[in-house]
């Protein structure tokens, strides 16, 4: 009985280590997005960006679609850190997020993202153009 509750004891402490080394190895870099966004209560975003993790450049793509009040267009040029990664795929995937907003010309961004494999997306920068929108968004990244 006591060898059993022992291997018990040993069997979660490696569970609980393997835990712990798999998120030690998360990692981060930098990503920049060029978005452009367009739409009259739907709205549509499309664009390109990179990342850049452990040395290398790794092409990206984004669409998305956008549902409440959207009226206008505009480009937006974001520039951050992606965090809680492992692989440069980790950080494909799909966004969410509420939001409201008004660009008359030239105006700040600022934006935090999760997706579903846990990589975090902060992000600031400009966004140019005539656009209101105060909706629901969901943004997708792929891997070119």
């Known amino acids: 009985m006591k060898i059993a509750s022992t291997l018990r004891a040993a069997l979660v402490a490696i569970a ?40 290398r450049s790794y092409g990206l793509s984004t669409g998305g679609l956008d549902y409440g009040l959207v009226f206008g267009g505009s480009k937006t040029v974001l520039r951050g850190r992606v965090s809680n990664i492992n692989r440069p795929s980790d950080v494909a995937g799909v966004y969410g997020a509420a939001g409201a907003g008004l660009a008359v010309g030239r105006g700040a961004r600022a934006i935090v993202l999760t997706n579903q494999k ?20 969901g943004l997708a990244i792929t891997m070119r």
């Open 16 to 55: 609980a280590l393997a835990g712990l080394s798999t998120s030690a190895l998360a990692d981060g870099g930098t990503v920049v997005l060029t978005i452009y966004k367009a739409g009259w209560i739907i709205g549509g975003s499309g664009g390109s960006g990179v990342l850049n993790f452990r040395g």
């Open 118 to 137: 846990g990589a975090v997306l902060e992000l600031t920068g400009t966004q140019v153009g005539l656009m209101a929108n105060a909706d629901l968004s």
